[in-house]
């Protein structure tokens, strides 16, 4: 089954800094897609992006981007220029590719606080 | 577009007592998800609908739990009887099938089981 691991129960991070939070899956599938929710203490998840397995290039999201690394199994999310409201959990989610189980598999969560 | 609405957003009940979660999906997605959130457990699945049929309810723990969805508007989720051990938060999303689409979340429902 595939699971989905974040190493990083909590992060913390300076106001207009970068932060990075590190998700690592496992998989047997060649083609997939990977996600990054966001869930603020209102406790609303919010998708804050994608990247498809089968693309090489990195996902972009103004400031958010990921550094998706297919071999290694890695799919870690860079915050740049961090603002007070992107403190939240974030949680990296695996789905798998069509035709498959639509299931989408989280991790645990990293909780990110913003430090003014 | 009014999203993926649940209802009720919180629900207090005592245990032993019938409690029904519902939930509106986007109009035109054809795939419906019921996760629950504990801190121990983290974002489980419990069902998923595709067009109304339920297709994976290996999540489900156990005789208690039991999920509907009679159209494609709308789908239920009830514990009957409840117990503290149900507390925590049921979420449910929405998905169209093509693409790599992630889901659209409700806002969630917090149950308290006392």
């Known amino acids: 089954a595939q699971t989905v691991t974040q190493s990083q129960p909590e992060m913390s991070v300076q106001e207009a800094e970068t932060v990075t939070l590190s998700c690592t899956y496992d998989?047997?599938?060649?083609?997939?897609?990977l996600f990054w929710y966001k869930q603020p203490p209102s406790r609303q998840m919010i998708l804050v992006i994608r990247q498809e397995a089968y693309k090489q290039q990195n996902a972009t999201e103004n400031r958010f981007s990921v550094n998706f690394q297919k071999a290694a199994k890695s799919f870690s999310l860079k915050i740049s220029d961090s603002q007070l409201g992107d403190a939240a959990m974030y949680f990296c989610a695996y789905r798998p590719p069509q035709g498959g189980s639509e299931k989408l598999v989280f991790g645990k969560g990293t909780k990110l606080t913003v430090n003014p | 577009d009014a999203g993926v609405i649940q209802s009720p957003r919180h629900e207090v009940t005592e245990m032993g007592q019938e409690v029904t979660l519902r939930c509106k999906p986007i109009s035109g997605h054809d795939y419906l998800f019921w996760y629950r959130q504990t801190m121990m457990r983290g974002l489980e699945l419990l069902i998923y609908f595709n067009n109304n049929v339920p297709i994976d309810d290996s999540g489900m723990p156990e005789d208690r739990f039991s999920a509907k969805m009679p159209n494609a508007s709308f789908s239920t989720l009830k514990i009957q009887p409840s117990e503290p051990r149900d507390s925590a938060v049921y979420f449910c999303?929405?998905?169209?099938?093509?693409?790599?689409?992630?889901?659209?979340f409700g806002s969630g429902t917090r149950l308290t089981v006392v």
């Open positions: 999303a929405s998905s169209l099938r093509t693409g790599p689409r992630g889901y659209t």
């Open positions: 998989t047997s599938e060649s083609d997939y897609y």
